[in-house]
């Protein structure tokens, strides 16, 4: 079964470093979220791909964050410097069309100390 | 006021009983609507979409009111399985952003 692959799993970054974290969406997707979760709260949206264009970065803290999809299909998000507050759980997601389901990776865990 | 709003809970339910809750979207204009399941520390995985019509699968069955702006959850014949965070998602505009509401826990005891 096609899934969304993210790596890394787990990262752990002390502060004012930077750190990547990448996603390839399920072949043939061309809508690929980034999204960040805080323990106990819903996923809230960073940036919104279709194909290699950003359709909504309006979330995305850009003094730090960068995110891109170059060929329109693996991305790579990446915050330079980290900060604490930036401890969260990093959700890749991806699907065809607009009333399709998100089919979400299994997330990238970072922890910022 | 959040754009999809849900009662955080836990809804805590004995084994075999029927809980339901709602969530509230402030975008008239919202498209499609889906529920999520999330287990701790895990990824959101679709549990089901939420037509006009209202539909069921299984145990479960989803409702959409437009009119008040809310969709609807109930679950039947509760499993221990069942235990988990219910994510109400509204699809909001024509690009298809997802807006995630902050889930409802539900716990399952025996």
Redesign the interface.
Known sequence: EAEVAQSPRYKITEKSQAVAFWCDPISGHA?L?W?RQIL??????LV?F?DESV??DSQLPKDRFSAERLKGVDSTLKIQPAELGDSA?Y?C?S?T???T???????T?LTVV | RKE?E?DPGPFNVPEGATVAFNCTYSNSAS??F?WYRQDC??????LM?VYSSGNEDGRFTAQLNRASQYISLLIRDSKLSDSATY?C?V?RD??????????TQVVVTP
Do not use: I
């Open positions: 809508t979220y999204y106990g709260q819903g996923p809230e949206l919104q279709q359709v909504d759980m959700l997601a699907r069309g607009m009333n389901e998100a089919f979400f990776g299994q997330g865990r | 999809v849900q498209q499609s889906f520390r895990k990824e959101p995985k679709l979409s994510l998602v699809n024509s690009w298809g952003k997802l807006q995630f509401g902050a889930g």
